[in-house]
């Protein structure tokens, strides 16, 4: 890689932005408003048509870009409530809490139709100067005599654009990082897939089922629900539509060659989520790759003329507590745009001019929550967690509220005791999962 100044070549803009979702938008919104000249390529009709996910978004870092962001944001609720759900075959046990601040400025989640915020999004950078150009694939990345990106070659009639800085936002397949040599790892056990359908419900009834009022909404995040595929389920309230689905590791599903839209419902049949389900219309089914290594997959970030941000990088954190990659997206956005700008003053976009991006994702939640993370995704989706456990301590809780007169109550102590040694639990597999799961999270 080159680290001298670069030479002037010719260019159509400073900046290209490939691909129209959060990453991208809050990346061409920066270098825009610095007075950069930018294009923002989107290859679906418009930003977030294109797009699926789980549907809960953590926009606090929006605090930076959008004052009061709150006020105007396609929002669909507010999650004021959050869950964790072990469930086996017959049980569920819940862990459940609620916040009022939660619904308040400056908010913690929200629900939202991608479509919607990502439009949103695009528009704030359109309106800083941003050039959107919808329906329009980068097909390859354009390079000069030393290798160094200059821009992209695209499907319009008119191909190729050139710029200062390509900054890749083309999602979890990223053939531009690939093309580009940054990717190392694209093991199918590095990805899982999640598959979602939303149902419409009228806004009371979703409002009587979960407990909530107003614009205050739920997201139970659920471990036991993918059939004997490791991954886990979730369910989350829009205004008058529910969002229930599943995440599943590709190498076991494929092992178990079950159907997705199968595990969704039979999922949909437990009895502890068929109530909140029912009479539910079918309005949407999607499915969409997610990259779930953290550190394992990520790619390097910085090429010359070139950044990689959002799922791209695979910034997105499964770590069954947190579930998040929206606000990483976003936030990598921001701070490839704020490198990109630094670089272009400068006049040096190569890799060395292009390291203070890889400084803001190390000085920031972007990488410090993954390296403090780096090993929750390989416990949260380990056969363990995934099979033997949710029955265990489902067992435990049931024995425990279970009223055996005239026989005495076992204490705790005993069932725990007696379900610790249920097949395939052994005491130096619990020990060791134990000090994995502090070592992760604590």
Sequence with gaps: MSTD??????VDVDVIVVGGGPA?????LVAARAGLSVVLLERGPFPGSKNMYGGVVYPRILDELIPNWWEEAPIQRWVTRRSTMLLTDTQALTVDIRCEAWGKPPYNGATAFRPDFDNWLAGHAQAAGAQLITSTTATGLLRDAT??????????PDGDLRAH????????NSFLSKEAGLYEHSDAKHFTLGVKETLALPKDVIDERFGVRGRDGVDIEIIGATGGVNGGGFLYTNLDTIAVGVVLKINKLGAQQQRPEQIIANLKKHPAIAPLVQDGELKEYSAHLIPEAGLKMMPKMTTDGMLVAGDAAALCLAAGIWLEGVNFAMASGMYAGEAAVEAVRA?????AGLVGY??????????RDHRKLRRAPELVLSDRVQHLYPGMVANVAERMFRVDNPAPKPGVRRIFNQERTRPGLRRRDLLRDGWAGFRSFG
């Design 347 to 351: 006049g040096d976009t190569s890799a």
């Design 358 to 367: 890889q400084r803001r994702l190390s000085d920031t939640f972007v990488l």
């Design 147 to 156: 290798g160094k990106v200059v821009g992209v070659r695209t499907d319009r």
């Design 165 to 172: 800085v390509v900054i890749a936002c083309d999602g979890v």
């Design 5 to 10: 100044v670069d030479v002037e070549v010719d």
């Design 24 to 28: 991208g938008s809050c990346a061409a």
